[in-house]
């Protein structure tokens, strides 16, 4: 390795360090800080983010990649395949730091934290009048930072490649486009059938009780706890303070006890990518052992929530336990049953709220959205009218007031555009890694049975956690299934499935 | 207040920062972090104490300095007492940090690293022999850091000097003078009495009941827990994590629950303290809002532990709450028998398990051999044998093996000399507090018994607290009380408290 290398991997360690201490101070501050440290802990935050951000924008670490990919670019050197990968990474993360006038960036922080204040206010009195004005600013500084990014390319590319590298509007829109048929098929399907029960899952359980189970779940995905723990908060996430230190929260509902249950298997896929990534030790520690993408994040938890942990394989041989540990809300509920009540589809006003099936059609209705605000061919005044209609279209739900519509997400508020793409391209990802494993491991579904799921864990580590942010999510998926990514592999899951659990 | 002031604020802020990040890293590392993340925290821990240290030896902070001091020296300024008493104080720890040669530091830290281990070993083995080496290297070292830091003082003053501003050898060696006669004397008496029983405070409470009982003290002592927390940790401590975020910890001993009770009462004082510093606004987040010295700390922790702690009126009206809680461990058990058992004197090897009465004679021993040993009059080979001669002569007990004798401690082998006598002159500050605050507030003996602990945390927040690091110890002691640091006000106490437990 070239000693410029050697030499952004250690500026990048220091790097990584400062976020991992900004992560423990975010930690404490959701579990267990004491109210009234809110201030000083900002501030706290606020330090440590601008010497993270000193780091990464020392004008040293520009020198030495100039000075590598111009040898590089001369067939002066050779590059092993990680130190062009690192090298890649870190070249984009340094432009995305560095490329962003200053006053930029200001403006963004100054609009982005009053149009969240508005933002919530509107939401709560469902006033979409008085935050247009902050929608029109916030899109108008998206567009400039796309502008000075990449002027060549359209702005919604380089704000979805900012999320999921390499993607475009035309490569998500293709594979949407032929999820969102299908979607609106399977969940006509649904409808026509009569609607399952689940009222058992809403009889009470205790929050010892459930914490038991949570705490169980996680043995059973092989999350080893001297590298992780559980704890409690207002929103369950994940995060991760070091390279064996990574925490998971759930939140305990009495009266919904699956709520906990599939939050923390949830959590645990997100933490068991995080704990298994390594792309060699030379390079721990650096951007190169960072997730490849929220998507290819989102694919890790959904995978274990939705696709292992929703089915039949999964509880067959857990189930009685959890008829002990939950009891009695449980008792007399055969497997068969409860199998369906934690699938039962619904359409719903809220993304967050949505199951398997309806999901994905929430996501692409703000794809579409997105796409056209950016562009400018959808004018802000218009988004209500054009969101209700998109939802009667795709999901088939009226929507009453715009604080359980185009209001909901904070995501524009905050100045994200084309985050909202990963959430959904995490489940396609996800069946194309589960068609794959089933076939490259013939004995996959009967390891499961049988509680061993290391099997799974271990083709996951190697193909998919491991090279961390060595490939492009567009590469890891080829290398890893041997094919493009494809969404058909995603909705015959769904086929199979719902036709099992609704009889069509 | 100067502009230059101003910046030094604002550096010494910074700073502070760092620090409590630093507390964060310590605290979870202490609590809840997961096993495995021990190497990435420590590295996380030396970057923030690297940048601490960065900022705390800024050259920009030595030319400030230098120009107000100039300025005042000349008389063409005039500083208000708190910028003044701020400017000393970032001035000696900015000596502090810089007059050390790179090499001392380095070999310091190289040195006590080694000693440590070799200490741990040495002890668990009872060979002195072994430690004598490093021990002697410890002390050249620590003489060559006095002669940096003031070559025109005593080595030994320029020690103690490091933990409590403006103490020497010869203003401690008076008030320990005094002490030890008084000590030897008392313990003498209690020794001819009937040793009392406390048999009762070692049947089992559960973990869970002892737990209730801390925090039951805790809200009684008046400790905000908006701004604190209470954990578990394998020794008990304070910590600051921010100005409103001062955390304790304590430990559960199935088999003797006062030792939880007592430690929560005794890091509630100090946390009590941290919380009601407030030397004015501007210097919020400054070194002026630290404490006085370490010996003013442990003042605040043993008179909340021993003085009101374990005195007949806090007792009073909470002692059938506890026989409650601590079902069935004191059932059957009077007040006056319990007020006896905990206040039990024991002549013992160990320094962290003495009594209110031997505990100054433990601390006495070890501030006469360090002085001994700093001025080189006691040789390091000699130690075992000094040791437990003293312990002979002032404690009458005889040690069986260098592990229960002169190895117990960890300080020589971190390279503390200098620091024991604060653990002792904390109870003399204690004392004198008590009586001054007895004369001035003519109902303070029956608003304890009421429960009104608000009543002497409302003087110790004026008095003692709100000044912070504006006044050196012996000023802040007789600013608060009238008069120069008083053995015989702590010694008074002891024959009160001890004629009426042993009856002499």
Redesign the interface.
Known sequence: MRKETERLIALDR?HT??A??GA??GW?QET??????V???A??LA??EG?AHDKAVSPEIGELLRKIEGAAEHGQTKLEPAEAAFLRVLRKEYDKETKLPADLVIEMARETSVSQAVWAKARAGNDFAAFAPHLEKVIALNRRMAACLNPAAKPYDVLLDLYEDGATEASIGKVFGAMRKELVEILGKIRSRPQVDDSFLHKPVETEKQEKISKLLMDALGY??????L?TTAHPFTTT?????V?ITTKYLVDYFPSSMFSTIHESGHALYELGIAPGPEFS?TRLADAASMAIHESQSRMWENMIGRSKGFWKRRYSTLVELAAPALDGVGIDAFMRGINRVEPSLIRTEADEVTYGLHVILRFEMESALISGSLAVKDVPEAWNAKMKELLGVDVPDDGHGCLQDIHWSMGSFGYFPSYALGNLYAAQFMDTMRREIPGLDAAVEEGRLDVPLAWLREKVHAPGATWLPGELVKKATGASLDPSHFTAYLRRKYGEVYGF
Chains 1, 2 share one sequence.
Do not use: F, N
Request: charged share 45%.
């Open positions: 220091e360090l400062l991992h201490i423990v101070l404490d267990y800080m004491p109210e009234k440290a201030d000083e802990r501030e706290q330090l440590i010497l080893d706890r001297k590298r992780g723990r704890d303070l070091g390279g064996d230190d925490r520690g």
